[in-house]
């Protein structure tokens, strides 16, 4: 068997490898010999406290921040060759933390931005998208040609998840999408983001809500400080004694 | 709707047209011309400035290219100015690239630093450079008469005048075109959050080179065009770094980000610059300049948004 053949088996189980990377800004390391994977299907969550570098390894996964060691495979294939266009065109889609949306273009240019891959097809196949996208964000439907900037909170992180899944992502990354929302707005996205993955779109979600991303976790890592400190199922990690001491204050 | 906003600008250009025709005073006329090109540059600095995110101090280099191109292919191999003119553009589109791709991750300052540098490095490049007329700077050879073929009219501004009008709407429909297409709205994307639109797979190094490419052309037709206007060209009259801050001014002073500002801008602070140096500027207090700051610094605290933003409503 070959190694082409083999890499091409372990990519149709797992979809994203992370081995080993090493992520700085000058001489500082922020992230620091971090090994992961995520399998089709999954939801899997890392975890940790405000600036563990958490955002940072979603961003070095879609190339907007470089690597200083290791590497990226998605679907068995090095993911350091090709810039960030070229990584999403292959189907990681990463949702900002925030709400990050366009402020003064409208819920439906928003969400047209998010088809850029599919810039080149006939505008009924985008079209299509949007109203698939929508089902799963009502919310979205009544205020279509609304400026982006006029929402809640809670609407724009609405949006910017499905601003995401306009790209079809073979593997959607939630970075923090409960930040700075109120509880019952949260419980929402938390919803939102189980109907997603029932569509069979695998999931790495990135929370400092970690209780509750643990919950619906199938897998999760611990980061500390730029490392992973601990890796388990959701429920192992709730159970573990360093989760309920450092995080859930047990 | 759509026939009333078309029937209103028939009607301002219509105005424009006989505009000169009425006000027949040399001065006025210069002043107008001056409008039109400054209109120009500051629609050209709107794509990358406005749009795009990309905070551009350094067009006087691209003006300098086009005003330098289109005068030594005139000089040197007797090529008409109006192909020199276009060469100029495009001589301004492989320099933009040039500085453009190596600055394509630069952000928000950074990205306005390279610029000026570059800028810089033009001018004192050409300052020292005997084969461009170096500090002495360039003029070409007069033509016998009023020549469509030399660009060059001296009997009268009027062909100056209508020349800078279509340049200038040119420009704007040009901007227009692009920033109302798939292109345009990508480049907003851009202006509006470069990271996110990179997280969505926008080719973030791609746009900046189209966006650049535009500006860079339009600034250096302006260039050609001021170059056979007065000419005579030197890298103080071309390549000064005021000139890249005014064009900023003027854009940002009418509104940058949207198709019209940049204009206002101009119909408003050029002549207001031309009259108070024509007013002040020979007492040699500088009070000329000091009134034309004034203004800008009062208008950009009650309305920093611009001149336009007296008709959007939010």
């Known amino acids: 068997m070959t190694l082409l053949s083999l890499k091409l088996i372990w990519g149709m189980f797992i979809m994203l490898r992370v081995n080993g990377i090493q992520v700085g800004y000058g001489n500082m390391a922020v992230i620091r010999d971090v090994s992961f994977r995520v399998d089709k299907g999954e939801i899997v969550t890392i975890v940790g406290s405000n600036g563990a570098g958490k955002s940072t390894i979603l961003k070095s996964i879609v190339g907007l921040v470089g690597l200083k060691k290791g590497n990226i495979e998605f679907m068995g294939e090095d993911m350091g060759k090709y810039q960030p266009h070229e990584r999403i065109e292959r189907g990681i889609v990463l949702v900002p933390e925030g709400g990050k949306v366009f402020g003064r273009l409208t819920i439906k240019d928003n969400l047209y931005l998010g088809s850029y891959k599919y810039r080149k097809e006939d505008k009924s196949v985008i079209e299509e998208r949007i109203e698939e996208v929508m089902e799963i964000f009502p919310v979205l439907k009544e205020r279509y040609h609304s400026r982006a900037d006029t929402m809640s909170g809670g609407e724009r992180q609405m949006l910017a998840m499905a601003r995401g899944l306009m790209g079809n992502p073979e593997l959607l990354m939630l970075d923090e999408p409960s930040l700075g929302l109120a509880p019952k707005i949260v419980d929402k996205i938390f919803e939102v983001i189980q109907v997603i993955h029932s569509k069979g779109v695998p999931i790495l979600l990135v929370e400092q809500q970690i209780h509750r991303a643990l919950e619906i976790a199938d897998r999760g890592y611990v980061l500390q400080d730029g490392v992973i400190v601990l890796e388990g199922s959701g429920q192992e990690l709730l159970n573990s004694e360093l989760v309920k001491k450092a995080y859930l204050g047990m | ?314």
């Open chain 2, 1 to 314: 709707m759509e026939k009333g906003k078309h029937l209103y600008y028939v009607v301002l250009v219509v105005l424009a047209i006989v505009f000169p025709i009425v006000f027949n005073v040399p001065f006025v006329q210069h002043v107008a011309i001056m409008v039109f090109m400054y209109g120009m540059l500051a629609e050209s600095w709107n794509v990358i400035g406005g749009y795009s995110g990309l905070f551009s101090f350094g067009q006087a280099a691209f003006f300098g290219i086009g005003a330098y191109t289109s005068t030594l292919l005139y000089m040197q191999l007797g090529l008409t100015p109006w192909i020199g003119m276009i060469a100029g553009g495009l001589v301004a589109i492989a320099a933009g690239i040039a500085i453009g791709y190596p600055c394509s991750k630069l952000k928000g300052h950074y990205f306005a630093i390279a610029t000026i540098a570059f800028a810089w490095i033009i001018n004192i490049l050409f300052t020292n450079w005997s084969f461009v007329g170096a500090a002495t700077g360039l003029s070409p050879e007069l033509a016998p008469a009023d020549s469509w073929y030399a660009f060059q009219f001296r009997s009268s501004k009027l062909p100056y005048y209508y020349i800078g009008l279509f340049l200038m709407l040119l420009t704007v429909y040009v901007v227009n075109k692009v920033i109302k297409s798939k292109t345009g709205f990508y480049l907003r994307a851009l202006g509006e959050n470069e990271e996110v639109a990179a997280s969505l797979g926008v080719n973030i190094a791609k746009y900046r080179l189209i966006s650049i490419s535009i500006a860079s052309f339009f600034t250096a037709v302006a260039g050609s065009f001021y170059a056979q206007y007065v000419l005579y060209i030197d890298p103080p009259s071309v390549l000064a770094h005021f000139l890249s801050v005014e064009i900023v001014l003027i854009a940002m002073f009418g509104g940058s980000g949207t198709i019209w500002g940049p204009i206002w801008g101009a119909l408003i602070l050029v002549p207001l610059s031309q009259y108070a140096r024509a007013i002040w500027g020979g007492m040699g207090s500088g009070l000329d300049i000091m009134v034309y700051g004034f203004v800008i610094m009062v208008f950009s605290i009650f309305r920093p948004r611009g001149v336009v933003s007296f008709f959007i409503r939010k």
